[in-house]
């Protein structure tokens, strides 16, 4: 390039200026390539004022979303959003949608949205449910409607047997819908055949943790299920998935989960046998672990080791559970109707609420009236003494 060239090329946001519309001949400045790259910041500023106008986008986020899409006109893009607000998707869970799947602004209404939106209603999906999940997860409505997303509804169908299980999995884990399954979930299925699994046990686990199944690569899997068959699970019982799902993504914060154990005094042993007991006792937080033992060792009185010998009662809620049903026990203890000694925990947790109520509540509200209190929380335990 000349440096007459450079110098009028330097020149040139003055220019523009001064002279308005005036342009410089195409020779001179390689026109085709300045004329595209305006159309095209042209197409950004429409954008980024549409996502943040229309679809609530903040300045920031559409900024970044106008990088994986260009909208040249509103038709498309009003006739998405015309379309999920019919399927009932509030203004925020469009936003979130659009945000994380931003092509979805482009996707041919009547040819490819509507027909997938159509086939998840069919299958039994609310559209509340709907709308929540195309919200955390938008990218379920790319995938083919013919060559995956019914073969996988139909794979998991057969699996799973009822609709209602299927949904459940969809809501859970929306990428089994757009994974390709021949991948992971059918050779790992296909390895808990193998050990003879029970049907009902691979059901529960693809229902409860559809992303082990899934998701994990068969050689990881089958090592996964082979420690937990060396652990001494019993194959046909549905504790081995539940041990499964307890190791899965838990062993890098199983000592966590261990010292915690050992600090109300449990020994390796003790921690070992809790979990073939039941294992999701090492699924749970430091501090859920932490609060439950402090509750019923320190203000209930139980033994740690009785504890130990029941860990499923460390699953269950605090606030809603534990501490309601307890401190009616501890009432009914320290007036003398109750023998701690000859109640188990499993016993107090464990049984259904009619019956919990009809043994620990109504039979005794002629001589503790404060006992219905008590267990909704509007009374503290002591002050019912």
């Given amino acids: 390039m000349t440096p007459h060239y450079k110098s009028l090329r330097s020149a040139y ?139 996988n509804y139909n794979f998991l169908k057969r699996v799973m047997v009822s609709d209602v299980k299927v949904q459940n999995i969809l809501k859970r884990y929306p990428r089994s819908f757009k994974d390709n399954l021949s991948k992971n979930l059918i050779p790992n299925i296909g390895i808990l055949r193998e050990l003879g699994i029970p049907q009902s046990a691979i059901a529960m686990l693809l229902t409860q943790s559809p992303s082990i199944i899934v998701s994990r690569k068969p050689e990881l899997f089958r090592q996964l299920v082979g420690e937990v068959k060396e652990m001494g699970f019993d194959t046909q019982k549905l504790s081995f998935v539940c041990a499964i799902r307890a190791l899965y993504g838990t062993k890098t914060t199983w000592s966590l989960k261990e010292e915690a154990y050992r600090r109300w005094g449990w020994s390796e042993n003790d921690v070992l046998s809790a979990f073939r007991l039941f294992p999701l006792c090492m699924t749970l937080s430091e501090k859920k672990i932490m609060e439950t033992m402090d509750f ?90």
């Fill in 13 to 151: 946001p003055i220019f523009a200026r001064v002279f308005g519309s005036f342009r410089f001949p195409t020779e001179i400045f390689g026109g085709r390539r300045l004329i595209s790259s305006k159309i095209s910041a042209r197409e950004e500023d429409f954008t980024v004022a549409y996502l943040v106008k229309s679809c609530g986008l903040s300045p920031k986020a559409a900024i970044v979303a106008s990088h994986k899409v260009k909208l040249q006109s509103l038709e498309k893009p009003d006739s998405v959003l015309a379309l999920l607000r019919d399927y009932e998707l509030s203004h925020t869970q469009i936003s979130n949608a659009v945000q994380r799947f931003p092509r979805i602004l482009v996707a041919d209404v009547r040819k490819t949205l509507m027909p997938k939106l159509e086939f998840f209603s069919s299958i039994g999906l609310s559209r509340l449910d709907l709308a929540k999940t195309l919200s955390l997860y938008p990218y379920l409505l790319k995938p083919s409607l013919r060559n995956q997303l019914i073969p």
């Fill in 296 to 385: 019923l060792v320190n203000k209930m009185g139980w033994q740690s080791e009785a504890i130990a010998k029941c860990p499923m009662v460390l699953c269950y809620s605090l606030d809603k559970r534990i501490i309601p049903r307890f401190s009616v026990v501890r009432v009914l203890c320290s007036k003398g109707f109750v023998d701690v000694e000859k109640l188990s925990l499993a016993s107090i947790i464990t049984s259904p609420e009619k019956i919990f109520l009809n043994r620990f509540v109504t039979r005794y509200l002629d001589r503790v009236p404060q006992l219905t209190n008590v267990y909704q929380g509007k009374v503290y335990w002591q002050d019912a003494l």
